[in-house]
């Protein structure tokens, strides 16, 4: 498994869960099977083929028939959260929210 720094999209999460009633953050579930260039260094064509099979669902994950929030700091083409929310739908979740803090990227026209 691949490490990165910091991860911020945990820290606004762990502060969502303090106002939010009945939920529970998890960052164990899910993992980042290999790394690419960095995404903001990629054309959105580049980015999607870069996320394909990027993320993997640890096995004993319990998201069977769960209702999940993906939480992220910046959403650009979306490529990311795509692949994500795709890998935890496979592994059985009912359904895959994405919430981020910023969205950006209107200038490369992402979906």
């Not at 869960?17 to 064509?45: F, T």
């Not at 993320?55 to 998201?63: C, D, G, L, Q, W």
């Not at 959403?75 to 359904?95: F, I, M, N």
């Amino acid at each position: 498994m691949v490490r990165r720094g910091y991860n911020q999209s945990y820290t606004i999460a762990r502060q969502l869960s303090l106002i939010l009633e009945n939920s529970l953050v998890r960052a164990d579930i899910l993992y980042r099977r290999s790394y690419s260039k960095p995404q903001h260094l990629q054309g959105k064509k580049d980015r999607l083929r870069s996320m394909t099979n990027a993320f993997e669902v640890t096995n004993n994950a319990p998201i069977a028939d769960m209702r999940l929030a993906l939480i992220d700091d910046v959403v650009t083409t979306g490529a990311t959260a795509r692949a994500a929310a795709s890998s935890l739908l496979k592994a059985g979740a009912q359904s895959v929210d994405i919430w981020c803090i910023a969205r950006t990227g209107w200038h490369i026209e992402a979906a």
